[in-house]
């Protein structure tokens, strides 16, 4: 196969984690810099090395699950990586335009997936990945639900007597640090296996890499320093809208959020599921909100996320389809 | 019954939903969630209705 295509694919595919790293880095920060616990440049650099560092952490079990979990593997060709991403990249594009919190993770899912069955038809595609993914779209942001709400509840009754308020804020300042380095190592580890698995997918079905390979070191490193570079280039300039919509969460909520959504990407992770980083931390400010009072909670964003659920997989595959209808001849 | 724990019933409902057609290894998860759901919209429930007693 033409080495020149599999450079380029593999190029796309660290772009598409590049803009990843660039669209996601709000997420991770926006709490530190709206309590002004860290400038927003520094909270950038803060963000992206976490980002990077994740490769340490955590395996590469959420990148096999991609490579090799979602579609028959021997249905893999440069065009089907090719159109997948690109039917990530054009749904992601799209729905930026939109306005809706999109997930690259859900859009790479369906972008493979469409791309494949134009190729082979419905039988490529491997249904218990597909479950256990589908699965966890819903859990995930209930999942961060549930954990924030019990953190916050559990840290409110345990500091509930103390009066010196001020004291109290400025250590759960202390604590958003590292529960945003957390978040940020939970990003960099799952987001970052994501293009890892398209760059494996793409080695084997090159002839690159036999089947049943592990993930390269050089294609982890660059995997994470592209997330991380991404975080660092684009970061700070989102993090000025996020920062300023959830102003209204304390020291304490910003830590609960962030540590209730950190804990719920290490569990997937550790589990080899690829889940939306976006909406497990939209979740968890949900759950923090929620413990205040429900019209506390900002029902119109929750809206568009599950408008996200229903339309990503369905939008990126018939954006990947469209795309091998035509670079499928080419391979 | 307060809109929260409404809410948060109907998060369990949807937890428990999705049991039968988890993966065995993961199924835990959505039970311990269905549980979990379930013990906080109590707690909604009584937590509004002491608000209420107390209002009264």
Redesign the interface.
Same mark, same amino acid.
């Given at each position: 196969m033409d080495t020149f295509a599999v450079v380029a694919v593999i190029g796309l595919a660290l772009a598409f984690d590049f803009v990843n790293g660039f669209h996601d880095a709000a997420n991770s920060i926006a709490t530190v810099v709206s309590t002004r616990v860290l400038s927003p440049r520094l909270a950038v650099v803060w963000a992206a090395v976490f980002n990077f560092i994740a490769f340490l952490v955590f395996g590469t079990v959420v990148a096999a699950t991609i490579a090799t979990g979602v579609v028959d593997p021997d249905v893999l060709s440069i065009g089907v990586v090719f159109s997948g991403l690109v039917g990530a990249i054009g749904w992601n594009l799209t729905t930026f335009f939109l306005g809706l919190p999109t997930s690259s993770s859900h859009a790479l899912v369906g972008g493979i997936a469409g791309a494949a069955v134009a190729k082979g038809g419905f039988d490529v595609l491997i249904s218990?990945g597909l479950?256990?993914i589908g699965?966890f779209i819903?859990?995930s942001p209930?999942?961060g639900?549930?954990l924030a709400?019990?953190l916050t509840i559990g840290l409110m009754w345990a500091v509930h007597r103390y009066r010196n308020v001020d004291r109290l804020n400025r250590g759960f300042r202390v604590g958003q640090l590292f529960s945003a380095a957390a978040f940020s190592l939970g990003h960099g580890g799952n987001d970052a296996q994501k293009t890892m698995g398209v760059i494996l997918a793409v080695l084997i079905s090159s002839g690159h890499l036999p089947t049943g390979s592990d993930v390269p070191l050089w294609v982890v490193l660059s995997a994470h320093m592209a997330i991380g570079l991404g975080t660092l280039t684009g970061g700070w300039r989102i993090v000025k809208t996020m920062g300023s919509k959830i102003t209204r969460l304390e020291p304490v909520g910003g830590m609960a959020a962030e540590s209730a959504a950190a804990a719920t990407l290490f569990f997937t992770s550790h589990?080899g599921?690829p889940v939306s980083t976006t909406h497990t931390i939209t979740g968890a400010i949900v759950g923090v909100g929620?413990t205040r009072?429900?019209s506390a909670v900002r029902w119109g964003v929750a809206g568009t996320v599950v408008w996200a659920w229903i339309l990503t997989i369905p939008g990126a595959w018939l954006i990947a389809t469209a795309t091998y209808a035509i670079v499928g001849p080419l391979g | 019954m307060?809109?929260?724990a409404l809410?948060?019933l109907g #998060?369990a409902v949807?937890?428990a939903v999705?049991i039968p057609?988890?993966?065995s290894e993961?199924q835990w998860?959505?039970i311990a969630?269905s549980i #979990?759901?379930a013990l906080?919209a109590m707690a909604s429930w009584a937590d509004a209705r002491g608000r209420d007693r107390i209002d009264s």
């Amino acid at each position: 196969m033409d080495t020149f295509a599999v450079v380029a694919v593999i190029g796309l595919a660290l772009a598409f984690d590049f803009v990843n790293g660039f669209h996601d880095a709000a997420n991770s920060i926006a709490t530190v810099v709206s309590t002004r616990v860290l400038s927003p440049r520094l909270a950038v650099v803060w963000a992206a090395v976490f980002n990077f560092i994740a490769f340490l952490v955590f395996g590469t079990v959420v990148a096999a699950t991609i490579a090799t979990g979602v579609v028959d593997p021997d249905v893999l060709s440069i065009g089907v990586v090719f159109s997948g991403l690109v039917g990530a990249i054009g749904w992601n594009l799209t729905t930026f335009f939109l306005g809706l919190p999109t997930s690259s993770s859900h859009a790479l899912v369906g972008g493979i997936a469409g791309a494949a069955v134009a190729k082979g038809g419905f039988d490529v595609l491997i249904s218990s990945g597909l479950r256990k993914i589908g699965v966890f779209i819903v859990l995930s942001p209930l999942l961060g639900l549930t954990l924030a709400m019990v953190l916050t509840i559990g840290l409110m009754w345990a500091v509930h007597r103390y009066r010196n308020v001020d004291r109290l804020n400025r250590g759960f300042r202390v604590g958003q640090l590292f529960s945003a380095a957390a978040f940020s190592l939970g990003h960099g580890g799952n987001d970052a296996q994501k293009t890892m698995g398209v760059i494996l997918a793409v080695l084997i079905s090159s002839g690159h890499l036999p089947t049943g390979s592990d993930v390269p070191l050089w294609v982890v490193l660059s995997a994470h320093m592209a997330i991380g570079l991404g975080t660092l280039t684009g970061g700070w300039r989102i993090v000025k809208t996020m920062g300023s919509k959830i102003t209204r969460l304390e020291p304490v909520g910003g830590m609960a959020a962030e540590s209730a959504a950190a804990a719920t990407l290490f569990f997937t992770s550790h589990a080899g599921i690829p889940v939306s980083t976006t909406h497990t931390i939209t979740g968890a400010i949900v759950g923090v909100g929620a413990t205040r009072r429900l019209s506390a909670v900002r029902w119109g964003v929750a809206g568009t996320v599950v408008w996200a659920w229903i339309l990503t997989i369905p939008g990126a595959w018939l954006i990947a389809t469209a795309t091998y209808a035509i670079v499928g001849p080419l391979g | 019954m307060d809109r929260r724990a409404l809410f948060l019933l109907g #998060a369990a409902v949807v937890c428990a939903v999705l049991i039968p057609v988890t993966e065995s290894e993961h199924q835990w998860v959505p039970i311990a969630m269905s549980i #979990a759901y379930a013990l906080l919209a109590m707690a909604s429930w009584a937590d509004a209705r002491g608000r209420d007693r107390i209002d009264s």
